[in-house]
């Protein structure tokens, strides 16, 4: 073969889709393979050079370097830079040390290392996927069963399948023996799924039911089978996903765009003032004080910049954090403790977020009886509700269907001792849905280890996918002319078939054997419709039948030992709902958040968990992968607007579902487990992973993983964004506010004839330890009551929104206002008597600090006076403030200190004149909270 003829083959390999519509023998054709020899080594390596090495590629990222030098080109830091090479030339210039400048430089550096740390985690995603596929495989080439690295297989290798194997390629199976396939990392769905090599399937049949295909990635469950590999590398459908995820661009956060926003505005604003106090000093005293007016210019650029703001930000998310983790909820990126609380629609997951993920038996119905079981999880402890409380439980005829539901079974009910909890813990060790069963049995007090001493398993006929039914055969505890009973269960319409009698309860009855009479064609119609009816509710339904043996069958007489059985009942199970989610739902709602559910379940179980819950209403539209993959990307928008229900989806239809909530200004959480999932929770604005059942790879796309895998700590996490939101506004405002006063001041400084009252690093001082402190304690400020019942504040919305940037200024007015006036008097003062130098700018300096420690405590609420708070609800605030308030009483009155930041000695009349001045702020915005009162009352009447 020829090298064109070569690549126009194997682009037919590659161009091909849908294998799942070819059956074996038409495979094996397209790929020019040999089912019984395999390849040949030349095929191999021409194939090999086509194709490449069945790994994931990843593509480049950004470099440690790249990610460290970024941090220094943000607008503020910039600023710093310049100022402290300014101001490092004006001290060398007079011969002085260079503490201002060391000390901006020493703040840039810590800022870009915080920056740094939270940037640098490299996304993992890809590296999760790729530990997903198998280091060695089982094959056939050159007629010879040889074991060979994954990554050297293509598309034509024939492979073994076997238990515990981990599937390296995508491929079309030739062969099967019982063979069951977990395929949860692609699907999602926890149940292993049956494979069959004969079918073929439909072109838009979803990828949990192409069930003649094999998928890279997932592992055999049991049984053994023979494909032939389809695609490799990127081509596998976790190749798809590796390429949804490296196609996926990452958004800045709403709080890293407001941060970006809010440098650019005080940068802007820094260098306006700049130039307005430069050109004014030089337009009015000339170049003989260039110097003067050079260090004005540099003390109000340090004064604008809040250089502590990153690091209080960053520990305030870092305390979010830990309250999360409090919640059961993991923040693995900071910043998404704040976006939690912009979040407007939650997708999640069905399976073990929205329910238990734990199949529960929810209705039983038989020849007499029909009622409904509760319960909690595996825990064998619930009611039987039956018409007039009856004990239904002890009818013979129920009694037989519940021994059925524990002999015909292969899964254990076993429990253990939680110390911590201090409680018995019950657990499914097999088939989760037979493990439903024997807790049903269970909540009759019926156990599988006693029943089975009464009556041991002599013979089996096993479950396969086609014959859709398991039977066993055991002792009859009273023998007479049948020693042994045969139970089958399974598909409803297939065991009714092969009955032609039916149990059922004689008044007074109390013998199990021999309870039947002839079943009916009208009465089989009877079990049909309520079997029809109980899979519409969503329930999951199953068959169970008997007969009386006079021998053991012989192996592989099946089609004829299951006849003329004895019609049980049926029982219907789901994985119900988790407890405390309805009201987490309601609590959403309330809270302007729209939930929506998005699983690879069937729609009839998606609608029924959605209803029960308040996700959706009867009667409302479910819409399933196959719709979805029919609609432009304009009808799914338009979808996404009603719908609050999506069925049988796949990975790109999760994506393409968040990606419609997104243009129409949906700020979006997704919740996810499955390898399926890891796209989808990347696009998102919030990707939330199981912390229990996810995967490596869902978790490492993910911002959150939840501990306990439950939606209410979702909603529980949103509340505790949303206090974090509104707590780092809470400290911007105060930060910024006594900034703006500070700036204020300096630049009212020159205009009154006076020199620079405060030096760059008593700037630097207030504004990482006098701000600092107390903002990281504003952190802590417990929610206001209405946190969580409103809606959420715009994701788009500006830092200044709200009438913060007016509250700043404002109170940046009030601040300067009283302390040029503190400055004007202090400065006189000094004048008469003859004070030194720098006691006035003291003075000043010590006004500012204290008069921020009484705005700290007015802007704990925005409505409330400090003495409707409790007062002692955040003592870290009351702390902080004594605190701040003894260092700044250490820099006045310790010498080394004082010499160090040129401060001067106050007497205690001074500090009693600073503390008097700068409670007028606090009082002001007291004052301020009961104007806006009054004026809402008059306008409210």
């Avoid at 020019?32 to 194939?47: F, K, T, W, Y």
């Avoid at 074991?147 to 399948?161: M, N, Q, S, T």
Wanted: charged residues 20%.
């Amino acid at each position: 073969m020829n090298s064109k003829n070569t690549s126009s083959v194997f682009s037919t390999f590659t161009s091909t889709k849908d294998w799942h519509t070819l059956n074996s023998q038409q495979a094996i054709e397209l790929l020019e393979s040999d089912p019984i020899a395999g390849l040949n080594s030349n095929e191999v390596i021409q194939r090999q050079k086509y194709f490449g090495e069945n790994e994931l590629k990843q593509a480049d990222g950004r470099g440690k370097l790249t990610i460290l030098w970024d941090q220094f080109t943000n607008i503020m830091l910039v600023m710093l830079i310049a100022i402290a090479i300014i101001s490092a030339i004006l001290d060398l210039r007079k011969g002085d040390f260079p503490k201002d400048s060391i000390a901006i430089f020493t703040i840039v550096v810590l800022n870009g290392i915080l920056g740094y740390v939270q940037e640098s985690r490299a996304e993992q995603a890809l590296a999760a996927l790729k530990r997903l596929s198998s280091s060695s495989v089982k094959m056939m080439r050159d007629g010879i069963t040889q074991e060979v690295d994954a990554k050297e297989l293509v598309p034509g290798d024939i492979v073994f399948l076997e238990a515990g194997v981990q599937i390296a390629a995508d491929g079309h199976l030739l062969e099967t023996q019982n063979l069951q396939i977990n395929e949860s990392t692609l699907t999602g769905e926890a149940t292993a799924v049956n494979k069959n090599a004969d079918p073929i399937f439909p072109e838009d049949a979803p990828l949990g039911d192409r069930l003649n295909l094999i998928f890279k990635g997932t592992e055999v469950f049991q049984g053994r089978g023979k494909a032939i590999v389809t695609k490799t590398g990127m081509d596998t459908e976790i190749g798809k996903i590796a390429k949804m995820l490296q196609g996926v661009e990452t958004e800045p956060t709403p709080l890293q765009k407001r941060m970006t926003q809010l440098g650019n505005v005080l940068v802007s604003g820094s260098l306006a003032l700049v130039f307005l106090i430069t050109v004014g000093g030089l337009l009015t005293s000339g170049w003989q004080i260039f110097e003067e007016i050079l260090e004005t210019s540099l003390s109000m650029a340090v004064a604008v910049v809040p250089e502590g703001l990153p690091a209080v930000v960053t520990v305030t998310l870092a305390i979010g954090t830990q309250k999360m983790i409090r919640r059961q909820a993991l923040i693995r990126k900071l910043p998404a403790v704040e976006t939690l609380g912009s979040v407007t629609t939650i997708c999640s997951d069905k399976t073990g977020t929205l329910t238990q993920n734990k199949m529960i038996v929810q209705e039983v119905q038989t020849n007499s009886f029909n009622f409904g079981v509760t319960g909690i999880g595996y825990q064998p402890s619930g009611e039987f509700q039956a018409p007039d409380n009856h004990q239904v439980e002890k009818e013979p005829e129920v009694q037989k269907l519940l021994q059925a539901c524990v002999l015909c079974n292969d899964a254990l009910l076993q429990y253990s001792q939680d110390k911590a909890k201090k409680a018995v813990e019950w657990s499914i060790l097999g088939d989760p849905t037979e493990g439903a069963l024997l807790v049903l049995a269970g909540k009759a007090g019926i156990f599988k280890a006693e029943l089975e001493e009464q009556m041991p398993r002599k013979s089996e006929f096993a479950f396969s996918a086609e014959r859709k039914r398991m039977s066993v055969i055991v002792a009859n505890p009273e023998p007479g002319e049948f020693p042994y009973v045969m139970f089958t269960k399974g598909s409803p319409e297939l065991i009714l078939e092969r009955c032609d009698r039916i149990a059922w309860t004689k008044p007074n009855q109390q013998q199990i054997n021999d309870n039947s009479e002839p079943i009916t064609e009208p009465k089989k119609q009877q079990i049909l419709e309520s079997n029809a009816h109980l899979a519409s509710t969503g329930l999951r339904v199953l068959g169970f039948a008997y007969k009386f043996l006079s021998e053991i069958p012989a192996v592989n007489t099946e089609e004829e030992s299951e006849q003329g059985l004895t019609w049980l009942g049926l029982v219907g199970m789901l994985d119900a709902p988790r407890e405390e989610v309805k009201q987490a739902v309601q609590n959403c709602r309330q809270s302007g958040i729209r939930p929506i559910m998005i699983t690879g379940d069937h729609p009839l179980t998606a609608m029924a968990i959605a209803s029960k819950l308040g996700i959706a209403h009867a009667g409302e539209p479910v819409v399933s992968g196959q719709e979805i993959a029919r609609m432009s990307p304009e009808e799914l928008e338009e979808s996404v607007r009603q719908v609050n229900v999506y069925a049988r989806v796949a990975p790109e239809h999760k994506l393409r579902i968040v990606q419609a909530l997104q243009k129409q200004g949906q700020f979006v959480a997704m919740t996810g487990d499955g390898v399926n999932d890891a796209p989808a929770l990347k696009q998102s604005n919030i990707g939330i992973a199981m912390g229990i059942t996810g995967t490596d790879v869902s978790k490492e796309a993910s911002d959150m993983v939840l501990l306990d895998d439950n939606f209410a700590t979702i909603v529980a996490a949103i509340k505790e964004g949303r206090v974090v939101y509104d707590n780092i506004r809470r400290f911007i405002k105060y930060i910024l506010g006594s900034n703006i006063g500070e700036v204020l001041t300096i630049a009212a400084a020159p205009l009154l004839g006076l020199n620079v009252p405060l030096s760059p690093l008593q700037i630097l001082w207030m504004n990482l330890v006098t701000d600092g402190l107390p903002a990281l304690a504003l952190a802590v400020e417990p929610a206001e009551s209405n946190v969580m019942n409103r809606p959420a504040y715009d994701h788009q919305e500006s830092i200044f929104a709200r009438g913060l940037g007016i509250y700043m200024v404002r109170i940046g007015i009030i601040f300067a206002v009283i302390t040029i006036a503190l400055m004007a008097w202090s400065y006189n003062y000094d004048r008469v008597t003859g004070a030194e130098p720098n006691h006035w700018k003291t003075m000043v300096f010590t006004t500012l600090c204290l008069a921020q420690m009484g705005h700290a405590l007015a802007v704990r609420s925005d409505t409330k006076l400090i003495a409707e708070i409790n007062f002692f609800s955040n003592p870290y605030l009351l702390g902080a403030i004594a605190l701040t308030t003894v260092l700044q009483m250490l820099l006045i009155y310790v010498a080394p200190l004082r010499n160090f930041f040129g401060t001067s000695v106050l007497s205690l009349t001074d500090i009693l004149i600073c503390l008097g001045f700068s409670m007028l702020v606090f009082v002001w915005v007291e004052m301020e909270k009961l104007y806006y009162r009054y004026f809402s009352a008059r306008r409210s009447r």
